[in-house]
């Protein structure tokens, strides 16, 4: 008689092979934040040997820092885990071997021991492609886009209705964007509507589509917005100013999923993903009765507020240095000098990243083929009265500058000493009042100089 196999005899798979089969980065880390096991995926992303690995706190390898993640204001998902007991899913800010940033979505899930108690946590790193278009459209590293970054990479590749808030300026589109980029419509089209510059015919006319004849002018069959994004995603923006009599056939089509062209009797099928926006507050909208409650309900199944960026100062210059390096010759001004981004750090862009932009586009032609100043600079009306007395003092409207002096030709040593006489010497003034850049300026300056004898 043959004895059966001792399965036992062939032991059991290590806990390394066990998670060796991940195809991703995977990571065990006890309450101390120690890695106790890492896979092979999780290795070789970090280049990193399993000896040199184990035993290292997991905020040394991916943060290179000497402190946990949530000392920097993050959400570290290791001490929620080990709160809560239960599962989380966080967008955090690596580092690469080359110390390069790089966007992740850690998955996090507690490993329990017999009684019930959290023993260790286990976290599958995802990284996201740091080549892919979105890092120009949504860049960042503060917390709060950090948590804005993770809302949106769990209700991207759902067909969930997502409503963006947020002041003017903070991006909108960029977030709706992001969202159909990581759907799974990516490979069909964005279709973006904008109600607040079309009048209310006109925008049933853009959604909707007519039927030939169905209103003067309409002298042939045109399709609607939805038409045109079936099978992807429609991004209707100024929500807010969509007209009562329009909202109600809105809400006929998400509960439905058909149009009706203008003047036509058909009722067309459509598989369209609705992004919508607004910059105003629709629940107040809603309590004025100048919104539908029950479209509100059904657009809101998912909202997304986008914080403004005085909430995000971190993120103030890396979107300037992107912002630089998409203006022509704004390459020439990186790195940005620390009396810069002091500057730029210190005002709170009620514009937001609109507004941002706009500055950095004035300052490049200020400093025209100068190095950027604080100078530069122009903001909003009363902003002098935030910065410190040893603070630079940016060109501002309400520094009452002097009216541009007009000239005609070439520029006469008379009207250079004008303008500076006019500012007390200050170079960027008198040069914004000339009309020159600093540059110029200082050249005109020095010949002057040189031309005094003795």
């Known amino acids: 008689m043959t004895d059966k196999p001792d399965n036992t005899s062939m032991g059991k798979p290590s806990c390394e092979q066990l998670i060796d089969i991940l195809p991703g980065p995977f990571v065990i880390i006890d309450k101390d934040f120690t890695i106790i096991a890492a896979n092979q995926a999780y290795q070789k992303h970090y280049r990193i040997d399993d000896g040199e690995v184990v035993g290292r706190h997991c905020h040394e390898v991916s943060h290179h820092s000497t402190e946990p993640c949530s000392h920097h204001g993050e959400q570290c998902p290791l001490e ?229 960026l005085r909430d995000r100062k971190d993120d103030i210059v890396p979107l300037a240095e992107s912002f630089l390096a998409q203006i022509p010759d704004g390459e020439n001004q990186l790195p940005l000098s620390a009396e810069v981004i002091e500057t730029l750090l210190k005002y709170d862009y009620p514009g937001n990243i609109r507004e941002l932009r706009n500055i950095l586009e004035r300052a490049t032609i200020f400093a025209y083929d100068d190095v950027l100043r604080p100078e530069h600079f122009v903001f909003e009306e009363g902003f002098e009265a935030q910065l410190s007395e040893e603070a630079p003092v940016a060109i501002t409207p309400s520094l009452a500058l002097p009216t541009l002096i007009r000239r005609h030709g070439r520029l006469t040593d008379d009207e250079i000493i004008s303008a500076l006489n006019q500012t007390q010497g200050h170079r960027a003034k008198a040069a914004y009042m000339l009309g020159i850049s600093e540059r110029t300026l200082y050249r005109h300056m020095k010949r002057l100089r040189d031309s005094i004898p003795g």
């Open 80 to 308: 929620e885990v080990f709160n809560t007991r239960q599962p989380t899913q966080v967008m955090h800010l690596h580092y690469d071997t080359n110390g390069h940033e790089e966007y992740v979505q850690l998955q996090a899930a507690p490993i329990l021991s017999e009684d019930g108690e959290v023993m260790f946590m286990g976290e599958y790193v995802q990284v996201m492609n740091n080549q892919e278009k979105t890092n120009d459209l949504l860049i960042g590293r503060s917390p709060t886009f950090l948590r804005m970054i993770s809302l949106l990479q769990r209700v991207a590749p759902t067909s969930s209705t997502v409503l963006l808030q947020g002041e003017s300026g903070v991006g909108k589109e960029c977030v709706a964007e992001y969202i159909h980029h990581y759907s799974k419509r990516a490979n069909c089209p964005l279709v973006v509507v904008d109600c607040g510059t079309l009048g209310e015919n006109l925008i049933e006319s853009e959604l909707f589509g007519h039927e030939k004849g169905a209103f003067t002018g309409a002298t042939q069959r045109k399709q609607g917005l939805f038409e045109v994004a079936n099978g992807g995603t429609l991004f209707i923006d100024e929500l807010g100013e969509l007209p009562l009599a329009l909202q109600t056939k809105l809400l006929r089509v998400l509960e439905s999923g058909t149009i009706r062209r203008l003047g036509g009797n058909e009722y067309i099928k459509i598989d369209v993903r609705i992004i919508a926006a607004t910059n105003r507050n629709v629940q107040e909208m809603v309590s004025k009765n100048e919104f539908r409650r029950d479209l509100y309900y059904r657009l809101s199944a998912f909202p997304v507020n986008i914080p403004p």
